[in-house]
């Protein structure tokens, strides 16, 4: 079974400053992905940035960066130089590499609030 | 490319009545669809799994009698919430699997949404 954790508080945040957000799971599969998604308030699930478990760098995508710490099973999402539009919930989420049938595991989410 | 759609975006329903959602990748062929359920400030959760031409795969606790899930082709899946009560008020979420041919294999992509409040 796969499970991710999320267990920061809402989150603050000022404008321009960088923020990272929690996430740590626990799987048994040798091979799978790591996932950010940001759902602003409309609800819709935006994709932010994928991480494979054999992958030797850490992803990045613009102002998005996770470190990934395999060995502690972590996923962190860095996000530099907020912006008002970052307000949102974000969360971690993994499943396995192969297989349509592929369900991703979601943690709980945190609140990201970016102040003016 | 890769857009899933959701209609409708949102529906308001008396108690007692039943309601269609449907889902559909617009351009390109999902041999799986998922549906999850999201309440407020809350996770999604993952209510089944549909395969087309097949009978959906639901998770422990969902019922699904209550929530029926149609995949009669490779572009649109149906999740159908027959007698729906107060409490099935929730956000509804489709995602649907794509071959992708990179590392992921499969990619998966969401819909923006059916926020389903029964009255």
């Known amino acids: 079974a796969q499970k991710i954790t999320q267990t920061q508080p809402g989150m603050f945040v000022q404008e321009k400053e960088a923020v990272t957000l929690d996430c740590t799971y626990d799987?048994?599969?040798?091979?799978?992905?790591l996932f950010w998604y940001k759902q602003p308030s409309s609800g819709e699930m935006i994709f932010l940035i994928y991480?494979?478990?054999?992958?030797?760098q850490n992803a990045t995508e613009g102002r998005y960066s996770l470190n990934f710490q395999k060995a502690r099973k972590s996923a962190n999402l860095v996000i530099s130089a907020s912006q008002l539009g970052d307000s949102a919930m974000y969360f971690c989420?993994?499943?396995?590499?192969?297989?349509?049938?592929?369900?991703?595991?979601f943690g709980k989410g945190i609140t990201l609030s970016v102040r003016p | 490319g890769a857009v899933v759609s959701q209609h409708p975006s949102w529906v308001i329903c008396k108690s007692g009545t039943s309601v269609k959602i449907e889902c559909r990748s617009l351009?390109?062929?999902?041999?799986?669809m998922f549906w999850y359920r999201q309440f407020p400030k809350q996770s999604l959760m993952l209510m089944a799994t549909?395969?087309?031409?097949?009978?959906?795969?639901?998770e422990q606790g969902v019922e699904k009698d209550k929530f029926l899930i149609n995949h009669a082709s490779l572009t649109l899946s149906t999740l159908t919430v027959t007698s729906a009560h107060p409490e099935d008020s929730s956000f509804y979420i489709c995602?649907?699997?794509?071959?992708?041919?990179?590392?992921?294999?499969?990619?998966?992509?969401f819909g923006p949404g059916t926020r389903l409040t029964v009255t």
């Open positions: 995602s649907a699997s794509q071959l992708a041919g990179g590392p992921l294999v499969y990619e998966q992509y």
């Open positions: 799987t048994s599969d040798p091979s799978y992905g």
């Open positions: 991480q494979g478990s054999y992958d030797q």
């Open positions: 989420a993994m499943r396995r590499t192969t297989g349509a049938n592929s369900k991703l595991t």
């Open positions: 351009d390109f062929q999902a041999t799986t």
């Open positions: 549909s395969n087309e031409g097949s009978k959906a795969t639901y």
